[in-house]
Structures are given as C-alpha cells and as structure tokens.
C-alpha cells in the first residue's frame, strides 16, 4: 500500500486539473486612476468553478442541506470520525 503525502496527490483525489492553477488576486492601484477599494478581482481556480456550477444542479436535495445547515448552526451536528476516514481512504483508493 502505498500512502501518498503531498499536493498533486490531493488535487488528484479532489479531481482538479493538475495543469490549470489558480490565478493569483490582482489588486488595482490609486496611481493607474482607480481606487484600491473599488478595483480589487479575484479569479476562481477551476475547481472553484466547477464546485460553484455544481451547487445549482438539480442533484441537490435542498431540504437535506437546510436541515444539515441548521443543525450546525444550532451545534448538534456530530460526524463519526471513523466514516470521515472511511470516506477519505475510499475516495483515494477509488472506490465508490
């Protein structure tokens, strides 16, 4: 068994593309003619992206979420740390 202990390895589990990489934030300056306050950007990673066009797919059962969501807001939302670590050796040994 081999256990890998790094950062592509991670972004292989989590399924981003290894070649595309988050563009860093640019900040705009007062001399160009722009306030710094207004003219800030920030760029999604690809990830990113595809988690944010994910969340508006019909797949969501949005009952499930709101309950989930106030259960942790409320703090009686408990998950067994043995079926977090089951989870996460599965999705690296590619079992589903």
Known sequence: MEINNSYDSLKSLLGVN???????????????????LGSDSATLSSAASQMSQSAGDDGVRMDKVASIQSAIASGTYNVLASAVATKMVDAMLGNN
Not at 18 to 36: E, I, L, V
Request: charged share 5%; no cysteine; aromatic share 0%.
């Open 18 to 36: 290894t070649t595309t990489s988050a563009q860093p934030a640019s900040k705009g300056s007062a001399a160009t003619g722009g306030s710094a």
